[in-house]
């Protein structure tokens, strides 16, 4: 039987385009999309219950084809949604499995949208700064959520409103995270900490003292989601929403925490010995890193510099001997 060696080799090229298909939450390079919906009766509408818009996600593939999805869009959010606090609030994208097949939504329900909240450009230096906490966060913790930064253009329907462009990023969805990282989800609150796993306790206590963060409490599952992995000894908490951190330095910060103070994050509870030393060794080997990240961003030189000064502090506490005697059994 002879083979035509054209063919298969178109055969063999059109299986390897395919396998190499954009995957979301699998590079650092950004994707662009376009979402077109009614953004002014979105705007204009105050609903007091989440209401879900037809809209559209558009991107080209790996080929440059334009593919088109359909979706559902929605608010989200609590002081972002105010329409006094934020011109565009937060948003989430729902697909339905029918239309994604063969899209890089494929296999996704949900998933959370993070961009500018007003057209001041203090607000897209937050979302680049938020979406640093995330990298960083998955840099120095196996327990910790994806991210996948997008360009954005908002396309207005009704044509009321002129097209508008933001940076921002998409959040692996909860179920994803958790079979990722996991076995289940636990929403029991007031979990001790003594339940939780050790390691990842530690990592996720350093990692908001890294960032200056006060919006949080595990006691309370508050920008907190806790999953159960039955191959890892105790709890593992996963942090999310960070804008509120010192590190992003958002617009709405000081409106939102007032003058509360960077609370202790350990809260008394000493964790083993052995334990710090091995997590801050490793979260010492991974700074060049952590600066790499900040550098190579896309923040203007004077807030690289500034975010430098911050992980700077934090190292330095790292190396302070009453600093590890506080936190070590």
Known sequence: MRINISILFVIIS?????????????????????????????????????????????????????????????????????????????????????NTSSTIFDGY??????????????????????????????????????????????????????????????????????????????KDKAIPYSQFNQDALLRFFLFQHLIGNTDWMIQDNHNVKIVENDSVNGFIPVAYDMDLAYFCKAPYLSKVIGDKE???????????????????????DKRSQIELLISNSLLMNDQKQELLNMIDDFYQNLIDPEFIKMISK
């Open 109 to 186: 329900k949900k998933i959370k949208v993070v961009s500018r909240c007003d057209l001041q450009n203090e607000y897209l230096v937050a979302v680049k700064k938020e979406l640093l906490c995330y990298k960083i966060n998955e840099l120095l913790n196996p327990y910790s959520y994806k991210t996948q930064a997008v360009n954005i253009e908002y396309i207005d329907r009704s044509g009321n409103l002129g097209p508008m462009f933001s940076f921002g990023f998409l959040i692996e969805p909860k179920k994803h995270m958790v079979k990722r990282i996991g076995d289940r989800e636990c």
């Open 262 to 284: 960077l609370p202790m994050a350990f809260g008394g509870i000493p964790i083993q010995g052995t334990i710090v030393q091995s997590v801050v060794n490793d979260i010492i």
């Open 14 to 98: 059109f299986q390897f385009c395919n396998g190499q298909e954009m995957e979301l939450f699998s590079s650092e390079d950004p994707i662009n999309l376009t979402i077109k919906w009614n953004i002014n009766r979105f705007l204009n509408k105050n609903e007091k219950e989440a209401k879900r818009y037809s809209t559209v996600v558009i991107y080209n593939d790996t080929v440059g084809k334009r593919v088109k999805v359909k979706a559902e869009i929605e608010k989200r959010g609590n002081f972002r949604r105010n329409p006094e606090n934020c011109s565009l609030p937060p948003i989430s994208l729902h697909f339905n499995k029918k």
